[in-house]
């Protein structure tokens, strides 16, 4: 669905990191939840990724039709040993969560969720807890939208710890507890996000953050309707 499984496949052909030192996620996309295409999904993932498994395999989202079909399958994938562990994305709410965890004979490990300063989900993130299952953010910083990176709470926090706003973000996330996902080509943008360790957030910091949130989504639906049209279409 994001059509990047080729390009990938071919940078970890090339690459002189052995296998076992990845960790390679994948997705099922919607339009394979039928049982007989989530199977051919996998496979043909697989084959462009060049490899005999993945270390997570996620069912993209809980808001087409059989999608519990899908996560059967996904369980079979585990037994065969085609994928490592299997979660969710785009479970947010707590039925979805509760319909899941009643069928799922093998435990979800991840929920990957739109999480950031103004949208903290702290419902799911207590539901999730209950079920053991960890929450992982996409749009961590917001998708970059300024109005999160210039917000002046978390420009306050950056200065007085010396760092930037991205990286204030970055270890709010952290210290809630949240696994994160972030993009970047620059270098230096990705060593600093890999080098948090010098950031610590005091109480008074998280609490300020936490008056941030505001339940806003950055996500942009049309974006995600055109993903599923081109998905239906292929």
Same mark, same amino acid.
């Given at each position: ?34 049982? @007989? !295409?989530? !199977? ?7 084959? !462009? ?8 395999? $996620? ?5 087409? #039709? ?15 040993? /085609?994928? !490592?562990?299997?979660?969710? @994305? ?9 319909? $899941? @965890? ?8 991840i929920d990957q969720i739109e999480c950031h300063p103004f949208l903290h989900q702290k419902h799911i993130q207590k539901k999730l807890n209950e079920k053991n299952i960890q929450l992982e953010a996409w749009y961590p910083l917001g998708h970059g939208n300024p109005l999160l990176l210039n917000n002046e709470i978390l420009m306050d926090i950056a200065t007085a710890h010396h760092t ?36 610590? /957030? ?8 936490? #008056? ?7 996500? @942009? =639906? ?9 998905? $239906? =279409?292929?």
């Amino acid at each position: 669905m994001y059509l990047n499984e080729a390009s990938v496949g071919l940078a970890i052909s090339e690459s002189p990191v052995d296998r076992s030192e990845l960790f390679i996620t994948a997705k099922i996309p919607p339009s394979y939840y039928n049982k @007989c !295409r989530t !199977r051919k999904s996998l496979e043909r993932t697989l084959k !462009r990724l060049r490899t005999d498994y993945v270390d997570l395999l $996620l069912l993209t989202t809980p808001i087409m #039709a059989k999608w519990q079909n899908a996560w059967k399958e996904m369980e079979k994938a585990v037994d065969e040993g /085609l994928a !490592r562990s299997i979660g969710v @994305c785009n479970f947010v709410t707590e039925r979805s969560i509760d319909e $899941l @965890c009643s069928i799922a004979n093998i435990r979800p490990v991840i929920d990957q969720i739109e999480c950031h300063p103004f949208l903290h989900q702290k419902h799911i993130q207590k539901k999730l807890n209950e079920k053991n299952i960890q929450l992982e953010a996409w749009y961590p910083l917001g998708h970059g939208n300024p109005l999160l990176l210039n917000n002046e709470i978390l420009m306050d926090i950056a200065t007085a710890h010396h760092t930037t706003v991205p990286q204030v973000i970055l270890r709010w996330h952290e210290q809630m507890g949240h696994v994160f996902i972030t993009k970047s080509s620059n270098p230096d943008h990705i060593q600093r996000n890999i080098h948090l360790e010098h950031i610590h /957030l005091t109480p008074d910091d998280m609490k300020r953050i936490e #008056a941030l949130d505001v339940s806003r989504n950055f996500y @942009c =639906v049309p974006e995600l309707l055109q993903k599923l049209k081109y998905s $239906l =279409v292929r």
